[in-house]
T-cell receptor, first 116, second 110 residues
Framework: KAGVTQTPRYLIKTRGQQVTLSCSPI?????VSWYQQTPGQGLQFLFE???????NKGNFPGRFSGRQFSNSRSEMNVSTLELGDSALYLC???????????????FGPGTRLTVL | QKEVEQDPGPLSVPEGAIVSLNCTYS??????FMWYRQYSRKGPELLMY????GNKEDGRFTAQVDKSSKYISLFIRDSQPSDSATYLC??????????FGTGTRLLVSP
């Protein structure tokens, strides 16, 4: 079974630009979560989508948004990029929403975003 | 202060050593405790999880939770170079999203 895939793997943007990241979950998984990983803050939850609806949201500004399509694929968008947005953006999928402990989430390899 | 604290390392050990990785936390409501392993250029993968206090063993890995001290540990016996990775602890109350530590980088030299 194919794992979670994320595209692109690396991205370089400049301040003020916007960026869209893509995630394809494991087949059969309907929940997709996005995380930002930085050395100082670690892994921080951005949002979770299930059945095309945002189910949970972390403490990030409105510049960070996402969506999920009917085939469970998800995109994440960051507008008006800032230097502090440089990070590894990870996507994780699971079969359903909730069940943080009983329903293992599987992470993709991430998209490394650098903002200059 | 962060809810979950983890020493970033790096922790360097020779092959065969016993490794101890630790996290402290401040939220006494946390009940579920997990350890993830993240190799370079990969996403985290779940290693083990424990509920409440006590120990759990899986092969060379042992997870330990001390709720009275708000302290969790992951022990790796007979460490191998293939264990070189970043280890992240994560925890939650059972109803919220997981709260992750920043990760400890482990280097096991042959």
């Amino acid at each position: 079974k194919a794992g979670v895939t994320q595209t692109p793997r690396y991205l370089i943007k400049t301040r003020g630009q916007q960026v869209t990241l893509s995630c394809s979950p494991i087949s059969g998984h309907r929940s997709v979560s996005w995380y930002q990983q930085t050395p100082g803050q670690g892994l921080q939850f951005l949002f979770e989508y299930f059945s095309e609806t945002q189910r949970n949201k972390g403490n990030f500004p409105g510049r960070f948004s996402g969506r999920q399509f009917s085939n469970s694929r998800s995109e994440m968008n960051v507008s008006t990029l800032e230097l502090g947005d440089s990070a590894l953006y990870l996507c994780a999928s699971r079969r359903r929403t909730g069940g943080e402990v009983t329903d293992t989430q599987y992470f993709g390899p991430g998209t490394r975003l650098t903002v200059l | 202060q962060k809810e979950v604290e983890q020493d970033p390392g790096p922790l360097s050990v020779p092959e065969g050593a016993i490794v101890s990785l630790n996290c402290t936390y401040s939220n006494s409501a946390f009940q579920y405790f997990m350890w993830y392993r993240q190799y370079s250029r990969k996403g985290p993968e779940l290693l083990m999880y424990t509920y409440s206090s006590g120990n759990k063993e899986d092969g060379r890995f042992t997870a330990q939770v001390d709720k009275s001290s708000k302290y969790i540990s992951l022990f790796i016996r007979d460490s191998q170079p293939s264990d070189s990775a970043t280890y992240l602890c994560a925890m939650n109350t059972g109803f919220q999203k997981l709260v992750f530590g920043t990760g400890t980088r482990l280097l096991v030299s042959p």
